[in-house]
């Protein structure tokens, strides 16, 4: 071996280490001359590693007296060499009338529908029926499928089966490789593949459950008065039909359908329309182009007619089937007659009506009662559930009204009001001046489906809060539906063209209340529940301003429920970060937010914690936009013995204060029923105890109406 180097052609030398011999393992070399082993290779005549049957050819029904039935299907995969077998028997088990002479013109035939033997007639003299292929078949080297097939005599009756089996060991003879002459050294056991069912050409008619009986509007095209399925399940073969007679029935002399047509899907298989007019009577469709029901399914044709807007209201009508009616196909491979069993049914009763009705109510998804930071998008203020009778209703317009503004709210508080049809916004509506209602401009097509609903989502931009803005602190948004004004909201209908106003009473949102910025609570596991004699950690939270603007906090309130052990020096430290280390100032130096823990009395115990700074007095603790504070409840528990506990949580406000304004001082939040957390949202400068720009926690988001959850310390 010369190498020599592709850049500059100085020779290498290679570097060579002695040992090894000639068909070891690896690459070896000796002193003097290296050598190197390429693959090894073991030569062996062919094999049959896997004969099992295949689901190719799965359970089915097959039928009489047609030629090419499948009677069961095997894989098989061999290994090393192509093999040529020189005989091939296979076996068959037949339950029912028929013997082993009642099969006939029996192929084996391959994956590409090539046959490979055959055709050979059965033998036998009782249920057990021999195939012998005597023709020299060759087997490809990998997985492929062989497929036997073969006619069935007129012996044969309805639910008789036939199963199909075959052993290479004991029913194959000259086997060997194709390359080598050798025969494997073994072959697999037996096979056997399903189980084929005989069933006749039949096919049953009945009518689908789907559509249902329903109010139809005079006017409509095209509507799928009754849906007839052809039920070939049970067929032994395809079923091919040129026409079906289908039951006309009418409820008097009202009126009657149009244009009636046969569709399979979206293909109209009827050029000329049926115009039905006699009660009881059985009308031909006749097909235009065929339909052909495959064996094992059922084809679903729908009867589509026209209802003029002459009809009169109150009219009724149905298509379906009947036993004394001609539903007659021919099966496509024997061309036998076959007469579909008809299951009697008049169909769904169409009844025709005026045009639909549209209907708005609030919707059950519709939000509760939250808190929106000024100057906030796409807040979901409601939303609405839209609903048609009869017919589909494109909505032309929606009226909305702003339920709560002589109390608390104004137009002013809202910049722009926005309609979703789930995620696409299809529509505006303006509240402007002092006028409360507002009539929406669609900007897309919404249409409500027949006897069905959809929900509209109301979505608003609220208004900034501050010196020279329009907003107003406090200011409860209520976005509703206005029922008062029928025309408000309304509707064309699709089939009738009428003009549609909807129904429907002035619905009732919990609505969105509206601040500067908001405070968002969150719980926070303690490092131990363990409960000790001495200090401990009782309950741990968080504080997040709102990325709108800064917030201050007055006052929380805590409920400690005790078992046995006493508590006392009860106290809330505030943080700056979540590993409660580096404590806020303004208040005690270790971020105490009382100047001395308090010892409370009683086994259900409120603390209330005002914040007050280093010299006891008073004083709110501000958090900025988008900054989160991180308090811990400590104090000191005493007299602690087995099973006594410790259970604390942080109280909630379950109402809005009752307040003259909208806000007030801290004090007078203080003094009200709901004054467990008082709050600011600073609507013009960090605000002092007596500004009335204060509120409680009613609705704050991860602090519930009645308290957050517990945290238990026990021993």
Do not use: H
Request: proline letters at 5%; one cysteine or more; a negative charge.
């Amino acid at each position: 071996i010369y190498v020599t180097g592709e850049t500059y052609g100085f020779g290498v030398n290679p570097t060579e280490v002695e040992g090894g011999t000639p068909n070891g393992a690896g690459s070896q070399t000796t002193a003097s001359t290296p050598f190197f082993d390429g693959s090894l290779f073991t030569i062996d005549p062919g094999s049959v590693t896997s004969w099992a049957k295949s689901n190719e050819v799965p359970a089915q029904n097959i039928a009489i007296n047609v030629p090419n039935q499948p009677l069961g299907a095997f894989e098989i995969d061999i290994k090393g060499e192509p093999l040529s077998v020189q005989s091939m028997t296979f076996n068959f088990m037949i339950t029912g009338g028929p013997v082993g002479t009642d099969v006939d013109n029996v192929s084996l035939v391959d994956e590409n529908g090539a046959v490979i033997a055959g055709p050979s007639d059965m033998t036998g003299s009782t249920a057990a029926g021999t195939v012998v292929f005597s023709d020299t078949v060759t087997l490809p080297v990998g997985k492929s499928t062989l497929t036997l097939r073969g006619k069935l005599d007129t012996s044969f009756g309805n639910d008789d089966t036939i199963v199909a089996s075959s052993s290479p060991t004991a029913n194959w003879s000259g086997v060997e490789g194709e390359e080598t002459g050798d025969a494997p050294s073994s072959l697999p056991g037996a096979a056997t593949g399903n189980t084929m069912t005989v069933k006749a050409a039949a096919v049953s008619a009945k009518v689908s459950t789907s559509p249902s009986a329903q109010n139809v509007v005079g006017g409509v095209s095209g509507m799928t008065v009754s849906n007839i399925q052809l039920d070939g399940s049970q067929s032994g073969e395809d079923v091919r039909f040129t026409s079906l007679q289908l039951r006309y029935t009418n409820g008097g002399a009202n009126g009657d359908p149009t244009n009636c047509r046969l569709w399979d899907g979206d293909t109209q298989l009827t050029d000329d329309g049926v115009d039905p007019t006699t009660t009881g009577t059985p009308y031909t469709f006749t097909l235009d182009q065929n339909v052909i029901v495959a064996k094992g399914t059922i084809k679903t044709l729908a009867v589509r007619c026209d209802v003029s807007g002459s009809v009169a209201a109150g009219s009724t009508f149905s298509f379906g089937v009947n036993n004394a009616d001609t539903i007659t196909g021919t099966g496509v491979d024997s061309g036998s007659t076959v007469d579909a069993s008809d299951n009697d049914n008049t169909g769904p009763t169409m009844t025709v009506s005026g045009a639909g009705t549209l209907a708005v109510t609030l919707d059950s998804s519709s939000p509760s009662y939250a808190l929106a930071a000024a100057g906030t998008s796409d807040v979901t203020l409601a939303i609405l559930k839209v609903a048609a009778t009869n017919e589909d209703i494109r909505l032309d317009r929606l009226g909305l009204q702003l339920s709560n503004s002589t109390a608390s709210s104004s137009p002013s508080d809202l910049l722009s009001v926005g309609i979703y049809n789930g995620s696409t916004p299809v529509g505006t509506a303006v509240f402007s001046g002092t006028n409360r209602f507002a009539t929406s401009t669609l900007t897309q097509t919404v249409i409500v489906p027949k006897d069905d609903d959809i929900t509209l989502t109301i979505k608003g931009t609220m208004s900034e809060i501050g010196p020279s803005q329009p907003g107003t602190q406090g200011a409860l948004v209520q976005v509703d539906y206005d029922g008062t004004d029928p025309t408000a909201t309304r509707g064309i209908g699709q089939d009738s063209g009428a003009t549609i106003d909807a129904a429907g009473s002035d619905t009732a949102t919990a609505g969105v209340r509206l601040f500067r910025s908001f405070p968002v609570f969150a719980k926070i596991a303690v490092p131990s529940t363990t409960l000790v004699n001495g200090d401990n950690t009782f309950y741990r939270f968080s504080v997040t301003a709102d990325s709108a603007d800064d917030i201050s906090i007055y006052k929380f309130s805590l409920r400690m429920a005790t078992t046995g052990a006493t508590v006392s020096d009860v106290n809330i430290f505030a943080y700056t970060d979540s590993g409660f280390s580096t404590a806020v100032s303004g208040v005690r130096s270790d971020g105490a937010l009382l100047q001395t823990g308090v010892a409370p009395v009683g086994p259900n115990i409120d603390v209330d914690v005002v914040i007050q700074n280093n010299g006891g007095v008073d004083t709110p603790l501000e958090i900025p936009s988008g900054v989160t504070r991180y308090f811990e409840v400590r104090g000191v528990a005493a007299n602690v013995s087995s099973n006594d506990s410790i259970t604390t949580t942080l109280r909630g406000d379950q109402e809005y204060p009752v307040l003259a304004d909208l806000m007030d001082s801290a004090t007078a939040i203080d003094g009200d029923t709901n004054d467990d957390f008082i709050w600011s949202p600073q609507a013009t400068t960090t605000p002092a105890i007596a500004t009335n720009d204060w509120t409680n926690g009613f609705g704050v988001i991860g602090l519930p109406a009645i308290n957050m959850t517990a945290t238990s310390l026990s021993e």
